[in-house]
């Protein structure tokens, strides 16, 4: 069993729809979650990242964590074509060691 | 200019060949990291370095080996390349603050015929 789960859709809704993309953890000592944003041919760059459990919110993107459920979520509002791309959730244990663990990444695409 | 270079962007090479990947960083980071990613395997970390001299193996080291030249380049040779090592290249660097938040270059395209 992978440490991280992310199904790896690909996941296409028309634009102006509320996505919801998920991933599931078994390692509890994981403290610091992440969600990457990764267009074609590019690289990961970072969209969001909470510390522990709760709500972060960023305009149109909100990251949920549920440390009681190893469950984190990413939600995007009002998705435009320009949202396109797969999202790879990430997370890491608090200091020390800084080994990052992703997911598979999920594939969105968003039509106009 | 991008924060974090990697060359070359594609490269194609037969099995046996030795080849470099070569990472620069102008952020000024000290931990710089080499990840491949694959299909249905996501991102998997092969080597850290959290300075100059310190050289850490990843989840996925066998096969390759670093050089880390200077705070800003961290190199990638795969010795003796095989087909399975065919896959997309990552260096990317992180500040020593501990959360995991990661800067990523473009990646290194790597076919091993």
């Known amino acids: 069993q992978k440490e991280v789960e992310q199904d790896p859709g690909p996941l296409s809704v028309p634009e102006g729809a509320i996505v919801s993309l998920n991933c599931t953890y078994s390692?509890?000592?994981?403290?610091?979650f992440m969600w990457y944003r990764q267009y074609s041919r590019k690289g990961p760059e970072l969209l969001m990242y909470?510390?522990?459990?709760g709500n972060k919110e960023d305009g149109r993107f909100t990251a949920q964590v549920d440390k009681s459920s190893k469950y984190i979520s990413l939600f995007i509002r009002d998705s435009q074509p320009s949202d396109s791309a797969t999202y790879l959730c990430?997370?890491?244990?608090?200091?020390?060691?800084?080994?990052?663990?992703f997911g598979t990444g999920t594939k969105l695409q968003v039509i106009p | 200019d991008a924060d974090v270079t990697q060359t070359p962007r594609n490269r194609i090479t037969k099995t046996g060949k030795r080849i470099m990947l070569e990472c620069s960083q102008t952020?000024?980071?000290?931990?710089m990291y080499w990840y491949r990613q694959d299909p249905g395997l996501g991102l998997r970390l092969i080597y850290y370095?959290?300075?100059?001299?310190?050289?850490n193996k990843g989840e996925i080291s066998d096969g390759y080996s670093v050089s880390r030249q200077a705070q800003a380049k961290f190199s990638l040779s795969l010795e003796s390349a095989i087909p399975n090592q065919t896959a997309l290249y990552f260096c990317?660097?992180?500040?020593?603050?501990?959360?995991?938040?990661?800067?990523f270059g473009e990646g290194s395209r790597l076919t091993v015929l």
């Open positions: 990430a997370m890491s244990q608090y200091g020390g060691y800084q080994k990052v663990t």
């Open positions: 390692n509890s000592a994981f403290q610091y």
């Open positions: 909470t510390y522990s459990s």
């Open positions: 952020k000024g980071h000290d931990r």
């Open positions: 370095s959290f300075d100059v001299k310190d050289i």
């Open positions: 990317a660097t992180a500040p020593a603050s501990g959360t995991g938040e990661l800067f």
